[in-house]
């Protein structure tokens, strides 16, 4: 199981101080987070990408890639890359360009995004969301998995002898998982396809989450790439510690009241009580996560949010710490008892790479028959 965290890269002032971190602050302590993750042992550092303010991260491969350079171990993944407003070639290229420069560290997380405007901005209508989900995801597949396509569709110009470059690395792509909150049928494309679904898991009940990876398990088991419960999975979150849940409560609470995206809202013990935010001490945030499997069953990646709303770059190294020190080595060893031995591991390029050497194998068997 992979631990990790995720950023959406908000430049938020920090309420208590009423100081706004300049953009170029911002994409430095972005990085600096990410060294942070993994020094401290995580496994994922993923980032959202945006176009808009108050967020920096609208061009991913460009900071994934100067990361991967000061990287040796690190997994870097997005969350999410656009596939409605982007092109899907150079979607293509720019992964597949970033997937050789980190020697395979690299997978991606396809979204439809949840800011109206972007779309009109890149020449899309935001009513054709879906639509353009499952044409541009269909058609880099291909661009990915075949040398030449030919395409024509609906939403952008006809390929004719097209070859994607560069190649994929091994000949394998990048691992994809389909992020949504709310969309059954962003699930249904993860499992139609055999891919990894990711629940954002952050602003929504654990009873809208047990059902929407409840209907990618089963339509994944439908589809004939496995039982239900090898199905790959994975979670977001957020979490705020301290060594005792008093101090934590009292120090995010103002960060919680002028956050971006939940702020002016629902109070902060309304919100951690109807949905998985956890402040609290790290036993708190071991004992809340290992609950997650009890309604999702054994699942794949989890990722934490830790950089949100404005709290300062110490406070976030200081979390990260605490996470890698005292949370994800206890629930490493948690969440490996009593998962049956065919639920699959979190993919990883050199898995995939086995995978699909397995298979060709497998095939020439059959044809020598």
């Known amino acids: 199981m992979h631990f990790g965290i995720f950023t959406v890269g908000d430049v938020t002032p920090d309420p208590t101080t009423g100081r706004e971190p300049t953009e170029a602050e911002r994409i430095k302590a972005m990085v600096a987070i990410a060294l942070k993750a993994e020094e ?221 995206v939940y702020g002016h809202g629902p109070s902060l013990e309304e919100f951690t009580s109807q949905t998985p935010l956890t402040v609290g001490s790290p036993q708190q945030v071991i004992d809340r996560t290992l609950g997650f499997r009890k309604y999702v069953g054994d699942y794949q990646r989890q990722l934490f949010l830790v950089d949100h709303a404005g709290l300062p770059l110490k406070t976030v190294l200081e979390q990260l710490d605490i996470l890698g020190e005292e949370v994800v080595p206890v629930l490493r060893k948690e969440f490996a008892v009593g998962r049956p031995a065919h639920v699959p591991d979190a993919p990883t390029h050199a898995s995939l790479v086995a995978a699909a050497a397995a298979s060709d194998v497998d095939a020439l068997e059959v044809a020598s028959q």
């Open 40 to 260: 401290v042992g995580l496994d994922v550092f993923a980032m959202g990408e945006h176009h808009n303010p108050p967020f920096v991260p609208s061009s991913p491969t460009t900071m994934l890639g100067y990361i991967a350079a000061r990287t040796e171990r690190l997994l870097l993944s997005t969350a999410t890359t656009l596939i409605t407003t982007n092109d899907p070639v150079k979607i293509a290229e720019d992964y597949a360009m970033l997937q050789h420069l980190a020697d395979g560290r690299v997978d991606l997380m396809m979204g439809r995004g949840n800011t109206g405007p972007v779309y009109p901005w890149f020449g899309q209508d935001i009513r054709m969301g879906i639509p353009l989900a499952v044409e541009n995801y269909a058609l880099l597949r291909r661009l990915w998995r075949e040398d030449v396509v030919d395409w024509e569709g609906k939403f952008r110009t006809p390929l004719q002898s097209f070859t994607s470059t560069p190649r994929p690395l091994d000949g394998v792509p990048p691992f994809v998982w389909h992020g949504s909150i709310r969309s059954p049928e962003i699930a249904e494309q993860a499992a139609y396809y055999g891919d990894g679904f990711f629940a954002n898991h952050i602003f929504w009940p654990a009873s809208h989450t047990q059902r929407m990876v409840g209907l990618y398990r089963q339509r994944f088991e439908h589809y004939g790439h496995g039982s239900a419960d090898q199905a790959i999975v994975g979670l977001g979150g957020q979490v705020f510690m301290r060594k005792n849940s008093q101090d934590a409560v009292r120090e995010f609470r103002p960060y919680f009241d002028e956050a971006p």
